[in-house]
């Protein structure tokens, strides 16, 4: 674990040393997280056993159990809804005057997905509201987003969003990898949970690993590219960290990856030790990373929800980590990517949900493969024609159907 606290950062080069924050300009970051997700869950031994192949290949292979459904009244908005009310509930509305989106699943080529969000919490109406848009790693551009507005000007606060429905074609290697669930966080000056440190390193390379054409429900993929490309744009993201002023691999006490399946954040903490630190073989690998996949092994991917799952399993978990050094790790195929640090505030365990969030796993109906298979398709790209939706959901808001080509939503 790091010692150092007085690590200082080059003038100007942003909001200064988050852990010396009391003799330098406020640092920000993020105040408050929740997340929620779809209502059913799907345990991957079904998939295994109608494919009849080990479950192990699932539950060991790629580190993942569950996967979370919506029902056929939730979506994006509402789950977004729920994270985000949870938030609004503690923290109230007061300087939000930015509600950042994020998602790779839209239900719209136009109207941000925030905006239903922002009219099913009747949020003020002084603020501006936006979908960000690059597979998974729109929720950290969303983040790096808000922490320029409240640099800008400290007494704003922006919520921020990320919500995503994984779903791949059946029968494809990306199947066991699906889920769902969304995040909403607070970023603001002086935060209670994590100040983010200036030093950024960002990639971008077009590569076609991943994409999803608009006439699709669900995403294509070249699995294995998949996995050499973020391993890839890793070690890019990583170097131009270290270019522009990011701490020695060795004061980083622990490291956040964007998760598709667990296992992926594996393969890519070893890299990065290859790459940066002393080289761990795979077993030490999980083991320093074991903290942070607690809530997406069980939720499934959630492409911009994932890294900030992982983020909050780490929070939740047993774990006394104030003042640690996090390392967050955004990969969005396409491809763009960043590695960046935040440093846990002291007291941040007053400002947690861990019960909270074990009753939103909890609280998922389990399926079995029919309705598993029954609700795969969705309803988005088919929805043409006036429908209206069957009644399950948990959540206090409904997706209640589609009329005239509008979307409708309300509360449950
Ligand atoms: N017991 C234990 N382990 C087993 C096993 C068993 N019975 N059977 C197989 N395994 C192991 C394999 O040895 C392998 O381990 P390693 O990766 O350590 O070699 C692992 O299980 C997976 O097996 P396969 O490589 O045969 O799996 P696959 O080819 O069917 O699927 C995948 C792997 C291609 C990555 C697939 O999960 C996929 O297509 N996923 C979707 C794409 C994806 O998530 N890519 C990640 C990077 S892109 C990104 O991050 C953006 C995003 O969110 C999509």
């Not at 056929?72 to 009310?85: L, R, S, Y």
């Not at 270290?242 to 964007?258: E, M, Q």
């Not at 983020?311 to 396409?334: H, K, M, N, T």
Request: aromatic content about 10%; charged content about 20%.
């Amino acid at each position: 674990m790091s010692t150092d606290n007085t690590q200082t950062f080059p003038e100007g080069a942003g909001n200064g040393d988050a852990r010396t924050a009391a003799s330098g300009p406020a640092a920000s970051g993020i105040q408050d997280i929740a997340f929620a997700t779809g209502h059913y869950s799907f345990d991957l031994a079904h998939l295994a056993e109608k494919q009849g192949i080990d479950v192990n290949k699932y539950y060991i292979g790629i580190g993942q159990e569950k996967m979370s459904l919506p029902a056929e009244d939730e979506d994006i908005v509402t789950m977004g809804a729920a994270a985000a009310q949870r938030i609004i509930d503690r923290n109230g509305t007061d300087g939000i005057r930015t509600l950042l989106f994020a998602t790779e699943s839209g239900i719209d080529q136009s109207k941000s997905a925030g905006v239903y969000v922002h009219g099913l919490l009747d949020l003020p109406r002084e603020v501006r509201t936006i979908e960000t848009k690059m597979a998974c790693y729109g929720g950290i551009g969303a983040l790096q987003m808000a922490l320029g507005i409240v640099a800008r000007n400290p007494e704003e606060k922006v919520l921020v969003i990320a919500a995503d429905v994984a779903r791949y074609d059946l029968e494809t290697s990306g199947e066991p990898t699906q889920g769902a669930a969304a995040v909403a966080f607070l970023v603001q000056a002086d935060p209670d949970i994590l100040a983010i440190e200036p030093a950024q390193g960002v990639y971008t390379l077009d590569v076609q690993d991943f994409w999803r054409p608009n006439y699709r429900n669900t995403a294509l993929v070249d699995g294995k590219f998949s996995v050499g490309a973020y391993l890839d744009a890793l070690v890019g993201a990583w170097h131009d960290y270290r270019a522009h002023g990011g701490v020695d691999f060795d004061d980083i006490d622990w490291f956040c990856y964007h998760q598709p399946f667990t296992k992926m954040a594996v393969k890519a903490h070893v890299r990065l030790t290859e790459e940066a630190g002393t080289p761990l073989e795979k077993a030490d690998a999980a083991a320093a990373l074991a903290p942070t996949f607690g809530y997406n092994q069980q939720l499934g991917n959630s492409y911009t929800a994932s890294i900030f799952l992982g983020f909050l399993a780490l929070l939740d978990s047993d774990q006394e980590i104030p003042g640690e050094r996090v390392g967050f790790f955004s990969y969005g195929s396409g491809a763009v990517s960043e590695f960046f640090v935040g440093v846990i505030q002291p007291g941040y365990r007053d400002h947690l949900r861990v019960q909270e969030h074990l009753g939103i796993l909890d609280a998922r109906e389990p399926i079995g493969y029919d309705q598993y298979r029954a609700l795969h398709p969705g309803t988005f790209v088919e929805a043409q024609e006036n429908f209206t939706t069957e009644r399950r959901t948990r959540s206090p808001f409904r997706f209640e159907g589609v009329e005239e080509g509008s979307r409708l939503y309300g509360r449950a």
